[in-house]
């Protein structure tokens, strides 16, 4: 049954749950397994009984001694390995270590030490070493160090993993996504979600034109993944997509809306909204004559410590 119930937990797909949790009915295989393993049991006790009796006087003295020997030797690996970690001399052997005192007929056993417990003080002493020579000598790092590393570490592999997991894009981590997978999926998302209202070419319909650079809510891959997010203004037809969509679903047909910047449309809605300009955009031509800080050499910053 154990070996069953194993096979079962680690060959069913049942996400993070466990297989059992997830499909009751293995609580069924596993009560059909038990009965079919009583049976098989109690019809092997059976014929064992019957064969028992057929046989002659002689032979059936000659099973109950196999058996008993079985029984002697069941576990005899076992029972050998704690008499021996236990130590100890058998009862019969005691008169070699008893010590000559004699106290109103009471008498002292010179036993050894157990070796388990030997064994677990030689283990103590190397540690012991091996921790003064790390710490004490070399100055090994302390528990407030650990946990600082250990912490710092968790940061990293965090930050790692956020890398890693498009799923976890919200509208502050949200990216353009210039990948061709990435469009292509956002593109098979606009056709099958969008276009009723937008059109495929995203000329606009029951919604704005999504080709020019008037936006209502705001253009760049932030405010549109937010629109895409939250939907539109009350009552205007744009509703929340965030139920609907995965957040990298999100991610991607949002980067898609905007591969139709400056493209023309079939039949162009009319701008709505206002020309939105990137405000974390790079502008072309920098400034070259940024006035330095002037540092005032008269001003004396004072400090005041008590
Ligand atoms: C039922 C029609 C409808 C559907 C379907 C629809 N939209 Fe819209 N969409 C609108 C309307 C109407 C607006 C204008 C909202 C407003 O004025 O507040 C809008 C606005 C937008 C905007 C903002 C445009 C701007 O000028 O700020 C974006 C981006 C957008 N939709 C993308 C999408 C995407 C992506 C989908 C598919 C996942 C989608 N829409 C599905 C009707 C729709």
Redesign the pocket.
């Known amino acids: 049954m154990v070996i069953a119930f194993l096979l079962l937990e680690f060959t069913i797909d049942s996400g993070d749950q466990m297989a059992i949790e997830k499909y009751p009915i293995i609580w069924g295989v596993l009560a059909m397994l038990l009965l079919f393993a009583i049976a098989v049991e109690m019809i092997a006790e059976t014929l064992k009984s019957i064969l028992y009796r057929g046989l002659s006087e002689e032979a059936q003295q000659k099973y109950l001694a196999s058996e008993e020997k079985r029984k002697a030797q069941q576990f005899s690996g076992i029972k050998n390995l704690y008499k021996k970690l236990a130590g100890g001399k058998p009862i019969e052997q005691e008169g070699e270590i008893v010590l000559d005192h004699n106290y109103d007929g009471i008498r002292e056993l010179d036993n050894k030490l157990p070796p388990w417990w030997l064994y677990m003080f030689y283990i103590t002493i190397v540690f012991a070493g091996i921790y003064l020579v790390r710490y004490h000598i070399f100055d090994g790092n302390k528990q407030a160090k650990e946990f600082e590393i250990e912490m710092e570490e968790a940061r990293i592999a965090v930050e790692e993993y956020k890398k890693n997991a498009k799923d976890l894009v919200d509208v502050n981590t949200v990216e353009l996504l210039t990948e061709k997978s990435d469009l292509a999926a956002g593109k098979q998302?606009?056709e099958t979600?969008?276009i009723?209202?937008?059109k495929s070419d995203g000329g606009g319909g029951?919604?704005?034109n999504?080709t020019d650079e008037y936006?209502?809510?705001?253009g760049g891959i932030k405010n549109?993944f937010n629109?895409?997010s939250e939907g539109?203004?009350d009552g205007?037809?744009?509703v929340s997509?965030k139920t609907e969509?995965k957040p990298v679903e999100m991610a991607q047909?949002a980067s898609y809306?905007l591969t139709f910047q400056g493209t023309t449309p079939a039949e162009p809605k009319a701008a709505?909204?206002e020309i939105w300009a990137d405000p974390d955009a790079v502008p072309e031509t920098p400034n070259e004559e940024v006035p330095e800080t002037v540092v005032d050499s008269t001003s004396v910053e004072v400090t005041v410590s008590n």
């Open positions: 998302i606009f979600n969008c009723a209202c937008h029951i919604g704005p999504l936006w209502i809510l705001g549109v629109t895409i539109g203004r205007k037809g744009m997509w969509l047909v809306v709505e909204g």
